[in-house]
């Protein structure tokens, strides 16, 4: 084995050396203000399974590595880190016989394995699968930023080997999770003003906890642009990379229209559809696709664009200032409608928009099985309970279980036919699709 690895390994695992070390090790990477992520507790009991390759995946700086610590904390259990973005990891992961034949150097008894940003490993759904294979009993935690490499190019190699974990900035309802036990008042208050932070720096983890919010955000969009475009994905036009994630954030809630936006940025049709894969992949943005129940005519085809982050987005468009300052509040109150949507989105169910060919539109439509769930958007505070000609369509064609106005302000409940109508305020809504579909 090769010494300079074995200097890495045991400068990144301080507990084999000394065993007194071990709690110490295992909270030095959790922070002094730790928030738990709503995921934590499912996943910690599929991550004590040791017949498969636990993947957490999601955008870079979203907690991943910390939920992982966390609950190796919580077990109080050894574990070997395994940082992959080392040269010298990278090739000790070439082939699992060999990797296993040293870590009988490395580890004498069986602890877990976490490795993290996985997706630098040339193949890791071989590796994995190899390790899997070999009945090595132990669970395998894996973190990667980059679906492209550790999802699509991992699922055929890890095919019933591996369980899936997508961890995304906070939610509001995760920032707010510390308010159970204050007043009906306190909580309200707290609550809108937590809403107002969200809405405009988002819910990374070191970007919500910071006193410098745009500093940090601006750094996170370099990174994204310059080492994950450049380097990660080797990029050939970074220029034409950076023009396009800023017509993203300025498109929020609109229909993607590749030959139009080509035509923008100077570069072909087929450039931009893979650079906005790359970007979907790595967890940046989601070309959310239309709802097409076959009851409408509908434009079935183009998918609308979001960003997964409004702070991102608002770093983009460089513009910070409060919701009721901006020109752009309704598409910026839709974006972060649509990530809390995503954040919340049941097992097993789609998130959808749809548009009619007569132009009709509702902002969007969850979907498990035969369950439809439709929400529309209002940025404004309504003062009485007005439905939209569009969202009356959508609900006598596919009568769906619940339909909500969110809004800002307005609480009202009233029948449709079958459908039940809700005027619902943005905090409400992830509780109200999770009881939906539970």
């Not at 995760?174 to 009906?184: I, M, Q, R, T």
């Not at 070309?287 to 409004?310: H, M, Q, W, Y």
């Not at 409608?337 to 959808?352: C, Q």
Request: with cysteine.
């Amino acid at each position: 084995m090769d010494r300079d690895l074995q200097t890495l390994l045991l400068r990144d695992n301080p507990w084999l050396v000394e065993k007194s070390r071990l709690d110490a090790w295992l909270h030095a990477r959790i922070p002094s203000t730790f928030i738990a992520r709503s995921a934590a507790q499912a996943a910690s009991e599929r991550w004590c399974r040791a017949d498969r390759a636990h993947l957490l995946i999601g955008p870079r700086q979203a907690g991943k590595s910390t939920m992982i610590w966390a609950h190796l904390a919580d077990t109080k259990s050894p574990s070997l880190f395994i940082d992959c973005e080392q040269p010298l990891v990278r090739r000790w992961c070439s082939a699992a016989p060999l990797f296993l034949a040293d870590l009988e150097q490395v580890v004498p008894y069986p602890v877990p394995l976490f490795f993290e940003e996985a997706q630098h490993l040339d193949d890791a759904g071989l590796f994995f699968k190899g390790l899997i294979d070999r009945m090595i009993e132990v669970p395998i935690l894996v973190t990667g930023s980059s679906s492209f490499h550790l999802g699509a190019r991992t699922r055929e190699s890890l095919a019933g080997r591996a369980t899936r974990t997508r961890l995304l900035p906070f939610s509001l309802e995760e920032v707010c999770n510390d308010l159970a036990g204050k007043s009906k008042m306190v909580r309200e208050q707290l609550v809108d003003e937590r809403l107002a932070r969200h809405l405009i720096f988002g819910g990374y983890p070191e970007v919500w906890l910071s006193e410098e919010p745009q500093t940090l955000l601006s750094e996170l969009v370099e990174a994204i642009i310059l080492r994950d475009a450049t380097d990660l994905f080797s990029i050939a036009r970074p220029d034409a990379f950076r023009r396009l994630l800023r017509l993203a954030a300025g498109q929020v809630g609109n229909l993607v229209n590749l030959s139009e936006w080509a035509s923008i940025l100077g570069i072909g049709r087929d450039t931009v559809a893979s650079y906005l894969e790359i970007l979907e992949s790595s967890h940046v943005v989601v070309p959310l696709p239309p709802f097409a129940g076959g009851r409408r005519a509908e434009l079935t085809s183009r998918p609308k664009i979001f960003l997964v982050d409004n702070g991102i987005r608002n770093q983009l468009v460089h513009d910070f200032r409060p919701l009721a300052d901006r020109l752009d509040a309704g598409p910026l109150f839709e974006n972060w409608i649509f990530t809390e949507l995503w954040k919340a989105l049941p097992p097993g169910a789609t998130l959808h928009h749809w548009r009619s060919t007569s132009q009709a539109e509702v902002d969007f439509v969850v979907v498990r099985g035969d369950l439809i769930v439709g929400v529309e958007v209002k940025a404004g505070r309504l003062r009485r309970p007005t439905l939209p000609r569009a969202s009356r369509s959508f609900i006598e064609a596919y009568e769906p279980a619940k339909f909500f106005v969110v809004n800002n302000g307005l609480s009202h409940q009233e029948s449709l036919g079958q459908t039940e109508v809700c005027w619902i305020t943005g905090p409400e809504l992830a509780d109200c699709i999770r009881r939906e579909f539970s």
